[in-house]
T-cell receptor, first 116, second 114 residues
Framework: GAVVSQHPSRVICKSGTSVKIECRSL??????MFWYRQFPKKSLMLMAT?????????EQGVEKDKFLINHASLTLSTLTVTSAHPEDSSFYIC????????????FGSGTRLTVV | AQSVTQLGSHVSVSEGALVLLRCNYS??????LFWYVQYPNQGLQLLLK??????LVKGINGFEAEFKKSETSFHLTKPSAHMSDAAEYFC????????????FGSGTRLSIRP
């Protein structure tokens, strides 16, 4: 079945630095990927829709200059948290579909970001 | 706009007992509905999906859900709970079109008592 690989699984960074998270579709091409943020004991909040070859579409309230999304190929989307602060600490999850979402989406294993 | 509401943020059942996790949806267009399970510090795994075919959907690990349009519900059930079922469960909805974003419910944490 469809596999989505997310890397790294866990990262600790200093306040003010930037962190890049990768999301890869391993055995299929994904023109669209989604990035979610999950706070402890909370649901998934959609941050943005990543479109291959074009600008990402951000949800209301999400700072596009803070969370940079690049979808340069059909198998790779990246999320860069710029000038990270402790409040950016969270669990970030990506998802993609091999069928345009009609059969559901496959999720990456998530990235635990801790900003110290 | 689409949304899902999960009733009960925490459900606790005894091992071997029936599991019932409730989900109600709101959608102005025919929806696709999903149930996902999440174990601690992991991503989400698809349990089952409703995509306008059979209203009773069977998924993995013995779970099933029934789409009831009249009640706008998509409740998740399992006849007999196992300890390994303890996890967070999310109901989700999306539009019946390509690459539509998925909207998640608030989640229900399922605990299993020995």
């Amino acid at each position: 079945g469809a596999v989505v690989s997310q890397h790294p699984s866990r990262v600790i960074c200093k306040s003010g630095t930037s962190v890049k998270i990768e999301c890869r579709s391993l055995d299929f091409q994904a023109t669209t990927m989604f990035w979610y943020r999950q706070f402890p004991k909370k649901s998934l909040m959609l941050m943005a829709t990543s479109n291959e070859g074009s600008k990402a579409t951000y949800e209301q309230g999400v700072e596009k200059d803070k969370f940079l999304i690049n979808h340069a190929s059909l198998t790779l989307s990246t999320l860069t948290v710029t000038s990270a602060h402790p409040e950016d600490s969270s669990f970030y999850i990506c998802s993609a579909s091999s069928t345009g979402g009609l059969d559901g989406y496959t999720f990456g294993s998530g990235t635990r970001l801790t900003v110290v | 706009a689409q949304s899902v509401t999960q009733l009960g943020s925490h459900v606790s059942v005894s091992e071997g007992a029936l599991v019932l996790l409730r989900c109600n949806y709101s959608s102005s267009v025919p929806p696709y509905l999903f149930w996902y399970v999440q174990y601690p510090n992991q991503g989400l795994q698809l349990l089952l999906k409703y995509t306008s075919a059979a209203t009773l959907v069977k998924g993995i690990n013995g779970f099933e859900a029934e789409f009831k349009k009249s009640e706008t519900s998509f409740h998740l059930t399992k006849p007999s709970a196992h300890m390994s079922d303890a996890a967070e469960y999310f109901c989700a909805v999306t539009r019946t079109s390509s690459a539509s974003k998925i909207i998640f419910g608030s989640g229900t944490r399922l605990s299993i008592r020995p």
